[in-house]
């Protein structure tokens, strides 16, 4: 089992600049990427951004490559979201999850934390 913690949602400005933050614990040894998701209200669950546990790649969605970061601290069990420039669009329910070996798909999902971009 692993479990996912989000935390650093709020309220921020349009062109401001916020960081998400995601705290593993349990089974982390066998998380192989973890990644970013959001749910805006009456949308689909969308990807943002995803990183390699163990090389680092990224990955992003169109929507928020070049304003978004994503970064991890493994030491830490740690997985970071810096959101700059966001938009209003950007408002959702951010969501930390993580793929384990074998899975076929991301497996655990943490609470998601919310975050509004105020125009």
């Known amino acids: 089992q692993v479990q996912l913690v989000e935390s650093g949602g709020g309220l921020v400005q349009a062109g401001g600049s916020l960081r998400l933050s995601c705290a593993a614990s349990?089974?982390?040894?066998?998380?192989?990427?973890m990644g970013w998701f959001r749910q805006a209200p009456g949308e689909e669950r969308e990807f943002v951004a995803a990183i390699s546990r163990n090389d680092a790649t990224t990955y992003y969605s169109a929507s928020v490559k070049g304003r978004f970061t994503i970064s991890k601290n493994n030491a830490k069990n740690e997985m970071y979201l810096q959101l700059n420039s966001p938009k209003p669009e950007d408002t959702a329910v951010y969501y930390c999850a993580s793929r384990s070996a074998g899975a076929q798909s991301y497996n655990y999902w943490g609470q998601g934390t919310q975050v509004t971009v105020s125009s």
């Open positions: 349990g089974r982390t040894f066998d998380i192989l990427k």
